[in-house]
């Protein structure tokens, strides 16, 4: 009892675990792949702008964005993306626990890799 309460979270009944690890913990894991990923997307293309600029112009200091411009640009940017994670599933909670062929990409790491982290960056230079 004394560490149910001194959890962050507790459960009820351990028939909920299976929920808990199988449904919840794969959609966290895809949403945190997806949205760390696109963090960086969106902080490369700032840079990526700045670097191109500075060449340009013979390596002058001056931003060429204003403070509230990036402030804008990365709270708006980032805010619906993540509205759109929060709500996306790719498959329902049933399908999800009836095929476990569907932890196999999960497992291999394949949503959160170097290629994917590659293909990001070539997006954002892009």
């Not at 299976?18 to 949205?35: E, F, I, N």
Request: hydrophobic fraction near 50%; glycine fraction near 4%; proline fraction near 2%.
């Amino acid at each position: 009892m004394q560490a149910s309460l001194a959890s962050d979270f507790s459960i009820i009944k351990f028939n909920h675990v299976k929920d808990l690890l199988l449904w919840h913990g794969r959609m966290s894991y895809q949403r945190s792949a997806k949205l760390s990923q696109f963090v960086i997307h969106r902080g490369l293309i700032i840079a990526f702008i700045q670097a191109i600029f500075t060449m340009i112009f013979f390596s002058v200091t001056i931003p060429i964005y204003n403070g509230y411009l990036v402030l804008c640009y990365s709270t708006i940017y980032t805010s619906l993306p993540v509205f759109s994670l929060v709500l996306d599933e790719d498959v329902d909670r049933e399908t999800c626990l009836k095929y476990p062929i569907l932890y196999e990409n999960l497992q291999a790491g394949r949503s959160l890799n170097i290629k994917t982290f590659l293909i990001w960056i070539w997006k954002s230079i892009y």
